[in-house]
Structure formats: C-alpha cells, structure tokens
C-alpha cells in the first residue's frame, strides 16, 4: 500500500480536515490546525506531503521521524500541527487496514469509559450558575470556566474579588455536587497568579489550567510550592522535549498535550507514558473538532494516567458547526453520565461525511481570536 494524495479542507467553525488516500483504497482522516492559522498549517501540510506521497503508510514511526528531523529547523505549533493531523491520517489508515480501533494496536485498553468535561460561560466569563445548572440537568457534573477577563500584570482587590465571586456563586448554588476546573488561559501573570490560588484554594476546583503562560514556565514549580491546588498546562507545548523540561522541574499535577498540535498520536502516546513515569495526570487538550476528539480518545484508553477529556461539544468558539455535524456515526460518540465509551469502529473510529466537509469548505471562514486590549490600550492576553 502506497500514500497517493494529500487533501485538506477547511471548514467551520475553525477547523482543518486532512484526508489521505491509498492506492489500496483506504482513507484516513486527521486534523492539523492551528486555532486562527489554520491557512499557515494547511500549507505546511503540502509542503510535508512530498516526504509522505509514495510511501508505505504502515512506517508511521520512520515517517514521523522524516517529517519532524529531516528539514532541519523543527518543533514549534505550526510545524509540529501539520506532523499531527499527519500522524493521526496514518494511524487511521493502518487501524482500518488491521480492522482494529487505534488503542489495540496501542496495546489495548485500560478502561471502559472516559471521563469529560463540558465548558460553560464563554470568553467572558459570565452566567455560570445558569449553564452549569442546565448541564447538570443533561448528565454533565464536571465543567471548565475561564477565570478572568482581561487582568493586569498587577491588579487590585477589585480585579481579585471579581475572579472570586463567579467562584463563590457556582459553589453556593451547586456545593459538591460539581466539580471544575479554572482556566487562567495565559491571562495571568506571574505576580498575580501566586494572589489568586490563594484566594481559590477554599473552593477547591479539580485544578487550575495555565496559571502562568508556557513562556514562564519556571513559575510552575513555585507556584506548586505555594498552593494544594494542582496545577494543569500543555497546550502550547508541542513536543516531549517541552515537556521534559516542565517534567524535570516539576510544579504540574496535570499535562495537557493537544494531539492536534503536538505531534499527534505517535509524540502523545510518548508524552503520556513520560507524564505518568512522573506521577502526573494526563488530559489531553481539545476544543477542536471530531478528528481531533476521536485521536484523543485512542490515546485516554491506552494512557493509565489519562482523567479527563476534553471536548467541544456546544463549545462557545463553535459558530456555524458543532462537533458531531460532519460525522457519519454520531452515536458512537454519545457522551452517558458524562463519560464516553472507547470508539468501536477501526481506526481513529470517527467516519467523515466527505460530502458535508465538502459543502462547508466551499465558504469557510477564516477564524480569528480577538485582540483585546487593558485600560490603558496596550495588548492583552485573550
């Protein structure tokens, strides 16, 4: 069997579909996408293509170590997002070539079900206790919220009693019944985030995601050091040699590598086993689409120390498509008690509907984070 061509679409809300075909017939699907980049990452992939069309596409370790070592300069989300979307479409080749799901060629299963979390309340951070309640209703007791809007390097104790207070009201009007995690989002910086643990440790959420950005992750251990509340990141880190920096000196209770950005399944898995070798949790990050869901999952049922998984089912950034409306088997992806079962079908186990993807391609848009600004009109951090 031989790779014979590459194909991406992009589509709503701010997606990117690779698919790559064989002369044997079978397709296999991934996603490479940089939220906001995703025309930089698609010509990326083309540009990788050459190393890959005419290839074996069983030889996933050899091609992965062309793509990332053969032209020199590597790493960083651009690069390291085609090599992912890549090395997803070639594990669902050679899952559907096998007739296996991509977790028994990862050396089977370690659970039946995966934990995942729904996030509420926006950018903005705003009605919590309304959403939250309605999600309850529907199964869900584990949630995610951004903390903050915009916060200043260093802020008063109104900007602190304001991240507080949405705390305060999800705990008053639910009590132990929920749990959540806190998304700091790079927002915070360093000499605010030590401020803020402090005043959030008493409603204990599961944990706190980018407490600092990854640019200062010498602060994570320091932080660590100062609170009980485990500390979450990953991101924007995009390969295992990040992550052995941040492993090395410790501070994360919790990895958060994105297999869409960070070398796919094949850099993930490795990630994963040198996250648990340090006692750390892993949960893989993913507000992306169904491509990205389904190689995340492979990896929660292979990597014991997998907790929670992400997903973008009614996600805010979700405007003109939602997670499941380019699926064919939808209901293998239902999502009972809040948990969702391994995949059954080979591959990755999402099946496309090329059509769809098809149809939306021809007017996608091209999405972009807001630039926000402080008070004073200098950038800040979305």
């Known amino acids: 069997m031989k790779v014979t061509r590459f194909t991406t679409y992009r589509v709503a809300p701010r997606w990117l579909f690779l698919k790559v075909e064989t002369d044997a017939g079978i397709t296999g699907w991934g996603e490479p996408v940089i939220e906001g980049r995703a025309r930089t990452v698609e010509a990326a992939v083309h540009e990788l293509a050459e190393y890959v069309v005419g290839r074996d596409p069983a030889q996933i370790n050899d091609i992965w170590q062309t793509l990332y070592r053969g032209g020199f300069y590597r790493g960083g989300p651009v690069l390291m997002s085609a090599i992912a979307g890549i090395d997803?479409?070639?594990?669902?080749?050679?899952?559907?070539?096998?007739?296996?799901?991509?977790?028994?060629?990862?050396?089977?299963?370690?659970?039946?079900?995966?934990?995942?979390?729904?996030?509420?309340?926006?950018?903005?951070?705003?009605?919590?206790?309304?959403?939250?309640?309605?999600?309850?209703?529907?199964?869900?007791?584990?949630?995610?919220?951004?903390?903050?809007?915009?916060?200043?390097?260093?802020?008063?104790?109104?900007?602190?009693?304001?991240?507080?207070?949405?705390?305060?009201?999800?705990?008053?009007?639910?009590?132990?019944?929920?749990?959540?995690?806190?998304?700091?989002?790079?927002?915070?910086?360093?000499?605010?985030?030590?401020v803020l643990l402090r005043e959030l440790e008493p409603f204990r959420p599961l944990f706190?995601?980018?407490?600092?950005?990854?640019?200062?992750?010498?602060?994570?251990?320091?932080?660590?050091?100062?609170?009980?509340?485990?500390?979450?990141?990953?991101?924007?880190?995009?390969?295992?040699?990040?992550?052995?920096?941040?492993?090395?000196?410790?501070?994360?209770?919790?990895?958060?590598?994105?297999?869409?950005?960070?070398?796919?399944?094949?850099?993930?898995?490795?990630?994963?086993?040198?996250?648990?070798?340090?006692?750390?949790?892993?949960?893989?990050?993913?507000?992306?689409?169904?491509?990205?869901?389904?190689?995340?999952?492979?990896?929660?049922?292979?990597?014991?120390?997998?907790v929670l998984q992400e997903h973008s089912i009614g996600i805010h950034y979700n405007q003109g498509a939602d997670l499941l409306d380019y699926v064919v088997n939808r209901e293998d992806f239902r999502i009972d008690g809040g948990c969702i079962a391994a995949l059954p079908r080979p591959g990755l186990g999402v099946e496309i509907d090329e059509a769809s993807v098809i149809a939306a391609s021809r007017n996608a848009p091209d999405w972009r984070n807001p630039v926000w600004r402080h008070a004073d009109g200098s950038v800040a951090e979305w």
């Open 208 to 306: 706190v995601e980018e407490p600092v950005l990854p640019e200062q992750a010498e602060h994570y251990r320091r932080l660590a050091d100062s609170t009980s509340l485990p500390l979450a990141a990953g991101e924007r880190m995009y390969s295992r040699f990040d992550f052995k920096r941040v492993l090395a000196e410790g501070g994360l209770a919790i990895l958060q590598p994105d297999p869409s950005h960070a070398g796919g399944i094949t850099e993930c898995h490795k990630i994963a086993a040198m996250a648990e070798a340090h006692d750390v949790a892993f949960a893989p990050h993913c507000p992306l689409g169904p491509i990205a869901l389904a190689a995340c999952l492979q990896l929660d049922f292979v990597a014991y120390n997998a």
């Open 88 to 194: 997803q479409a070639l594990w669902d080749i050679k899952g559907k070539a096998l007739g296996v799901p991509v977790y028994e060629l990862l050396g089977g299963r370690v659970r039946d079900r995966m934990r995942t979390y729904r996030w509420v309340g926006g950018d903005r951070p705003a009605e919590l206790v309304a959403a939250i309640g309605e999600q309850l209703e529907a199964g869900f007791d584990t949630f995610k919220f951004n903390g903050s809007e915009e916060l200043a390097m260093l802020a008063g104790p109104r900007a602190v009693d304001a991240v507080v207070a949405r705390v305060v009201a999800v705990r008053e009007a639910f009590g132990e019944r929920v749990d959540f995690g806190i998304d700091f989002h790079g927002r915070v910086a360093a000499p605010m985030a030590r």
